[in-house]
Structures are given as C-alpha cells and as structure tokens.
C-alpha cells in the first residue's frame, strides 16, 4: 500500500524563513490525518487548496501554540463556513480536550459556547502503549521539553507503513523505541551546533544516527540557525508543500 505525506508547514515557532507551523499531512487508504496542527497550519492548507474538512484526525505530540494552536480557528471555521458534516478526531496528550477548549477561548473569545453540527471526539493517548484511532495504531513516547506541553514523540501505523515524528524535544533514550525500522522518521532539527535546552540539533542527530534504525529520515522544524544550511546538508530537510511517498 502506498501512504502519502505533505510536509504542509515545516517551520519553527515564528515563522522562521516564511514557513508555516508544524502540519503533517499523511493520507492512508482510507484515512487522512495530521500530526500536528499550528496555528498558521489552516492558512498553509488553503494556500495549498487542501480542504480541511477532508481530514479525519488530528493527532497532536504536545500542546504548544506552533504544533496545536490552529485547530480553534479549523473547528470555527467548520461550524461556520465549511459546514462539515463528517466526524473528526483529536487526540493528543492528557486533557487535550480542556486545552484545546482553553486556547479556543482565548484565541476566539465565546467560541466555546458554539456546539459543533458534526461528531467530534477528543482522545487521549495514553504514552508507551498503542492506541486505536480510527484504526491507526499511535504510540506516544515521553520527549523531554517543557513539562507543561506533555510533550511526547509519535509512532504511527498507518496501513502497512509506520511514521514516526519526534516532535519537539532534546534527545532521550526513549526515542529510538520510536524510530526503530520506521519507513520515516521526521525530526526536529532546530539548530545546527548550537545546543539549545529543549530541542534537538544537528550534533545530537548525527551522533545518535545509527541509533535511530529508520529507513528513512527526513529534517524538519528548522530555526535561524539552521535554515541557511539545509541546501548543504547530506540529510533530506524538508519545505513546505514537499510530498513523498512510502
């Protein structure tokens, strides 16, 4: 089987270069869902003219405004102007339901009190085991960032093909349980050398490499540090808008 993924938006917390946050489109045989979903990610969909009622879940590594904080204005948007009428998924770390409602009130003040027309459900992963959504096997490993985000690295089985994302987080020896025999790997690769409290860089990358036992890996999430460099890279870095499949 053949799954497709669209590094929707491939850019750091602000905008680093004129990318977009974190949005991770993957389309399986019969299941289209996001890892993450910042909060330009519904402007990055529109500009790539991808309905965002075609998607099915939302799975989510941590609560941070760059990787979360776009789903208020897709759900406003979907009660309001998109009018979705199919169900929709989100799932993510502990009260992800709370914290989204919370950043929806503040993002979007008295939005909380408009009860969507579609079945929407929150889910939340329980981390080290798998968890069924919508037939996606989804394993979250603890990362090390901010506690405050419950932040945490995602396998996902989709189809006969596994995607695993870091997202944000400095090294852990939980991450090659990940990894190991991905057909993809996506990594956060937020600075080249210097190392920065919270995220990893291109040293601890190419240190830990044989580590990782992917069969693939791709560099994402890159600041100022790094974006001039990735041209020069030896690694795949991905861009807004890049497409492969697996």
């Known amino acids: 089987m053949t799954v497709k993924v669209n590094f929707v938006g491939t850019g750091d917390a602000f905008g680093t270069g004129g990318r977009f946050n974190t949005c991770i489109l993957v389309d399986g045989e019969n299941l289209r869902f996001a890892i993450d979903f910042g909060a330009s990610s519904l402007v990055a969909l529109n500009a790539q003219g991808i309905p965002h009622n075609s998607i099915d879940a939302i799975l989510l590594t941590h609560i941070h405004g ?9 759900l406003m948007d979907a009660i309001l102007g998109a009018r979705r009428d199919r169900p929709l998924t989100i799932a993510g770390p502990k009260n992800v339901k709370a ?17 969507p027309k579609f079945p929407l459900h929150y889910v939340e992963l329980e981390v080290g085991r798998p968890n069924d959504i919508l037939g996606l096997s989804v394993t979250p490993y603890a990362a090390k960032h901010t506690w405050q985000s419950d932040p945490t690295a995602l396998r996902v089985t989709v189809d006969d093909k596994v995607v695993t994302f870091s997202g944000d987080g400095d090294w852990t020896p939980d991450l090659p349980k990940a990894t ?44 100022p540090e790094m974006l001039p460099l990735a041209d020069e890279m030896p690694e795949e ?9 697996l």
């Open 180 to 223: 190991q025999d991905a057909d993809l790997f996506i990594a956060e690769y937020y600075f080249h050398s210097k190392p920065v409290k919270w995220h990893l860089n291109y040293g601890t990358i190419q240190e830990r490499k044989a580590e990782f036992g992917a069969k693939r890996m791709i560099l994402t999430h890159m600041g």
């Open 66 to 74: 760059d990787h979360s904080a776009g789903i208020p204005f897709m």
């Open 99 to 115: 914290r989204i409602e919370e950043c929806a009130e503040v993002l979007l003040p008295g939005s909380s009190g408009m009860a």
């Open 237 to 245: 870095c991905a861009e807004d808008g890049l497409v492969i499949t």
